[in-house]
């Protein structure tokens, strides 16, 4: 089955400790997008990224890192330097030529202990 | 700056009522208006939507642009309670590679 996947489906954040979000996906898609899910908040892009080895920040990019050293694999670091990281995070990809069309993982949720 | 306002933030019917979401934008060449559906986790794509006045339909479910008051509108008829779900708009324009979503509607059918 084509798609995306996500994991882990939950994840605990230490104090001071990184944390990295997998994200995979088999669709062949080029693009490929980190967002974060705050309840009444809607979904605000960290980063994107159109083709392997280049991303570009979004809209909340402080405190998390990404690298796209293969197509099919996107994935998303918190770090400690990001202070309110307890939020839903969502990986989507697309195609290029139509990337108004997203593609979502099931979503990992981070909390902090 | 982008921005997608969607109303209201919160809905409960009961089953069978005929709801309406709404969704307004302001994008700078505006290309497109989406819709997702959020059931439990992952976002499901319902319509896009480019031109004005043609309504997009999928069973129970339709959806329409208008360009020039710049918003759209999501219907859902004869609601069941599979029906529940946040629902996202979201716009783009003509030159970004991403998405602005709204805050989301969260849509509640009692049986």
């Known amino acids: 089955d084509g798609g995306i996947t996500q994991s882990p489906k939950y994840l605990f954040r230490k104090e001071g400790q990184n944390v990295t979000l997998s994200c995979e996906q088999n669709l062949n898609h080029d693009a490929m997008y980190w967002y974060r899910q705050d309840p009444g908040q809607g979904l605000r892009l960290i980063y994107y990224s159109q083709i392997v080895n280049d991303f570009q920040k979004g809209d909340i990019a402080e405190g998390y890192s990404v690298s796209r050293e293969k197509k099919e694999s996107f994935p998303l670091t918190v770090t400690s330097a990001q202070k309110n990281p307890t939020a839903f995070y969502l990986c989507a990809s697309s195609t290029q030529g139509a990337n108004e069309k997203l593609f979502f993982g099931s979503g990992t949720q981070l909390s902090v202990l | 700056e982008d921005k997608v306002v969607q109303s209201p933030l919160s809905l409960v019917v009961h089953e069978g009522d005929t709801v309406t979401l709404n969704c307004s934008y302001e994008?700078?060449?505006?290309?497109?208006l989406l819709w997702y559906k959020q059931e439990k986790k992952a976002p499901t794509f319902l319509f896009m939507l480019t031109s004005s006045g043609i309504e997009k339909k999928s069973g129970r479910l339709s959806s329409i642009l208008d360009k020039k008051e710049l918003f759209s509108i999501l219907n859902i008829t004869a609601t069941q309670t599979g029906d529940s779900a946040i629902y996202l708009c979201?716009?783009?324009?003509?030159?970004?590679?991403?998405?602005?979503f709204g805050q989301g509607t969260r849509l509640t059918i009692n049986p």
């Open positions: 979201a716009a783009k324009n003509q030159g970004a590679q991403k998405l602005v």
């Open positions: 994008v700078t060449n505006f290309r497109s």
